[in-house]
């Protein structure tokens, strides 16, 4: 325990300070004190003791620290190697399953990079949906020990799966060739197995494994699970109070497959049977939602994390942010993973929050800059379960702070705090990133991380990932046309709605 009087105490003086409720084109100036890894007091002209550490905030704009609420850290090593794939062809590309294991100190370079860029883009908190190959705790342990390292906040999950067959596959002909027809469906799993996995690293670890780590579950999604698995992660839930985080309707093709179930099934419906549809669910995706599973999140008291950039990139259409809104739904943002979005970059999921609803709507909306600002923080703080620590700059909560540059181009004039960080802002003005307390970002360098030696050891293990991803390719190149026509044909499949402008592929 870190006795408070004792704890390092930092002052961050004269900056205008982001209050989600208070005025969020100009907000008032403010000190800040931190003691520990706390918020201890918000006011004006705050009194620094000897060996309290002064930050210069003047003229300059403190925010709170980003939550980045749905992320992969398994497929970094992928950035810029795919483009015009739609999902279940990237899928076959990018599935870490694919790749077979990879050396710990690719893992470990891998979890770096991920959150040296989200730090220096002021994200504080990353959600990790891991899936982790092979289940063993050495890689479970880099990729914490990663984590600390860096100091960015996480919220560790195991991704589990005991269904392995893709979820195109009841779109694809009946005459396949039986290779390919092995090679979609994949080799199942044990329901117990992925539990037993999941259950034994929690208590291995703990439910804090460092001050800074805190679980979530993550089932893969809904069809890629069993009843059996899905019910195993309710009761894990229930037992340790986790959130649950899962993929739900990212693409057509997954709301067509749940039609042509027996029952005319409805992936909420299969959620709800295991005991999962409850408010510590996070619907991840949600692109392909009815009107009715809209009202059933909203019922449950569920949020729903939106994941703009991914979707664009796959082409899996846009999510019903006006429907979710209207219904009540907390929308939090995920920046998903480097092989189908690239970057951690949450201004741009922000911007694109309050944009794409005009795509269907060209009425003035409730999804303006200041909304962003709280998915992007409180919101996603809820999503993953960190609800009152992180999120806000308020004492008593923890110190996730960003300092942004007002004199940088994006912030000059200096109009509105909400608009600018949103529709302006792109990272470059961050300069100060706290977590917990503790600087990790100065002067725009990480101080945690040389980040010069960390790219010449990256540059070192990508040539053998970029071997692996052309031979890869080359596996899958029998697959593409298949794919492509199955997807084809599950447009054939009616749902009453779309999530594209007109009327979706020609
Ligand atoms: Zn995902």
């Known amino acids: 325990m870190i006795n408070p009087a004792a704890a390092p105490r930092i002052l961050i003086q004269g900056g205008r ?7 969020v084109h100009q907000p008032a100036v403010a000190d800040i004190l931190v003691a520990g890894d706390i918020i201890e007091r918000l006011g004006q002209n705050l ?3 000897d060996g309290t550490e002064i930050i210069d905030a003047a003229g300059k704009l403190v925010v709170p620290g980003f939550v ?8 970094v090593m992928a950035k810029g190697l795919f483009e015009e794939m739609p999902f279940d062809i990237w899928a076959v590309h990018s599935n870490p399953s694919n790749y077979g294991p990879r050396s710990l100190e690719e893992v470990r370079l891998r979890t770096l990079i991920g959150a040296a860029e989200s730090l220096r883009n002021g994200i504080t908190t990353i959600q990790d949906f891991l899936t982790v190959v092979p289940q ?17 906040r996480v919220v560790f999950a195991i991704a589990a799966r005991d269904r392995a067959a893709l979820d195109i596959a009841p779109f694809l002909p009946a005459d396949l060739p039986e290779a390919i027809r ?17 259950a034994g690293e929690i208590k291995r670890l703990g439910l804090r494994p460092t001050p800074q780590q805190t679980w979530a579950l993550a089932p893969s999604a809904p069809q890629r699970c069993s009843h059996e698995l899905l019910e195993g992660v309710a009761a894990l839930s229930r037992m340790h109070d986790l959130p649950v985080l899962t993929h739900v309707y990212e ?18 419906d299969v959620l709800a049977l295991a005991g999962l549809l409850t408010e510590k669910l996070g619907i991840v995706h949600g692109v392909w939602l009815t009107a009715r599973e809209i009202a059933q999140i909203a019922e449950a008291g569920a949020c729903v994390i939106h994941n703009p950039v991914s979707n664009l990139k796959l082409k899996s259409g846009v999510a019903p942010i006006l429907d979710l809104h209207r219904a009540g739904v907390d929308i939090a943002l995920g920046c998903d993973n480097y092989s189908c979005a690239e970057t951690q970059n949450i201004f741009i999921a922000m911007r694109l929050l309050c944009l794409l609803p005009a795509v269907t709507d060209p009425e003035p909306g409730p999804v303006d800059a200041a909304y962003a600002v709280r998915a992007a923080t409180i919101a996603g703080a809820r999503a993953v379960g960190l609800t009152g620590a992180i999120g806000a700059i308020k004492p008593g909560m923890k110190a996730d702070l960003i300092i942004l540059d007002l004199n940088e181009p994006a912030f000059v004039p200096f109009n509105s705090a909400a608009r600018q960080v949103v529709f302006s802002e792109c990272g470059r003005a961050v300069e100060t990133v706290l977590v917990g307390g503790r600087p990790v970002v100065r002067s725009r360098k990480l101080v945690t991380v040389d980040e010069t030696a960390l790219a010449a ?7 053998a990932f970029r071997r692996d991803a052309q031979a890869l390719a080359g596996r899958n190149a029998d697959l593409v046309a298949p794919l492509l026509n199955a997807n084809r044909e599950a447009w054939k499949v009616p749902l009453g709605f779309e999530r594209y402008i007109g009327r979706g592929p020609r």
């Open 182 to 198: 092995t090679r979609v469906a994949g080799a199942d799993r044990k329901a117990k197995d992925e539990l037993d996995f999941v």
């Open 68 to 75: 980045n609420a749905h992320y992969h850290s398994h497929d």
């Open 136 to 152: 063993e705790e050495a890689v479970v342990d880099t990729v914490l020990s990663a984590y600390e390292e860096a100091g960015i």
């Open 457 to 463: 050891a990256v540059e070192k293990v990508a040539p």
């Open 47 to 49: 009194p620094a003791d």
């Open 251 to 268: 693409t057509r093709v997954q709301a067509a497959a749940a039609r042509r179930q027996p029952s005319d099934s409805s992936l909420l």
């Open 17 to 23: 300070v982001y209050h989600h409720d208070g005025d």
